[in-house]
């Protein structure tokens, strides 16, 4: 059963998560091992080559490797991803009709996909429905669940759906009155921090403290966004 493989990182997110959202902290840690298993180990299996050249990386996950110590292993990987692009990117004959359409359709293809968040997705879905698990079967998580301060909307979103997917009628909707109180507790803390921070701009309120507005903006691109690295 796959609810019980995640049970511990996923308490262990919640108990470790403070006042960052569980879910992107848990997303985090699986981006982490996945970027050490590409740039490391993993870059000279076959295998995953054949799919680093087809899928590709999104921007986000370039730019972390990028940051990486290890540019050999991205730049090796790059040489044989654009090998195979060069290929596939060929236009064909000019007399053909649709001139154009097979490379705007693989470039088009090559955009929707990463290795990296197809990895990590894969194992993050498992443990959004384990966390929707937990929180049906398990009173000590349940009571941790409803003590969090934020779930960001991507990741509210995510855990809807899931429930709604996995739920009985009267549990859906006693997580969603759950997962709600959590949200709009957090919207109307965070607007109050927010209006406060674009006060303190204004000369009249220069002298007034910050309140727990210093990081409004981080967090409000946090909770809107989903993870994210801004500090
Ligand atoms: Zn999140
Ligand atoms: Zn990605």
Not at 98 to 112: M, Q, T, V, Y
């Amino acid at each position: 059963m796959q609810e019980k493989i995640y049970t511990i990182p996923v308490n262990e997110a919640f108990e470790q998560s403070g006042d960052e959202c569980p879910f992107c902290f848990l997303y985090k840690k699986l981006e982490k091992i996945e970027l050490d298993a590409i740039l490391g180990a993993a870059m000279m299996e076959p295998d995953i080559r054949i799919m680093t050249n087809k899928k590709g990386f999104c921007v986000n996950h370039y730019e972390k490797m990028f940051a990486y110590k290890n540019r050999l292993s991205l730049a090796l990987m790059l040489e044989s991803h654009i090998a195979e692009l060069a290929k596939e990117l060929k236009t064909g004959g000019f007399l053909s009709k649709d001139i154009g359409s097979k490379p705007a359709e693989r470039i088009e293809k090559l955009e929707h996909s990463c290795y990296i968040c197809e990895q990590i997705d894969e194992k993050f879905s498992k443990m959004v429905s384990t966390a929707v698990y937990l929180y049906e079967k398990e009173p000590e998580f349940l009571k941790m669940f409803n003590s969090k301060k934020v779930i960001c909307l991507p990741h509210y979103k995510r855990l809807l759906r899931t429930a709604n997917n996995s739920m009985g009628k009267k549990q859906y909707e006693l997580f969603v009155k759950d997962t709600d109180k959590i949200i709009s507790g957090y919207i109307s803390q965070l607007s109050e921090d927010v209006s406060w921070f674009c006060k303190k701009f204004d000369y009249r309120y220069e002298k007034e403290p910050w309140n727990n507005s210093k990081d409004a903006v981080e967090r409000a691109i946090k909770f809107l966004g989903g993870p994210s690295d801004i500090d």
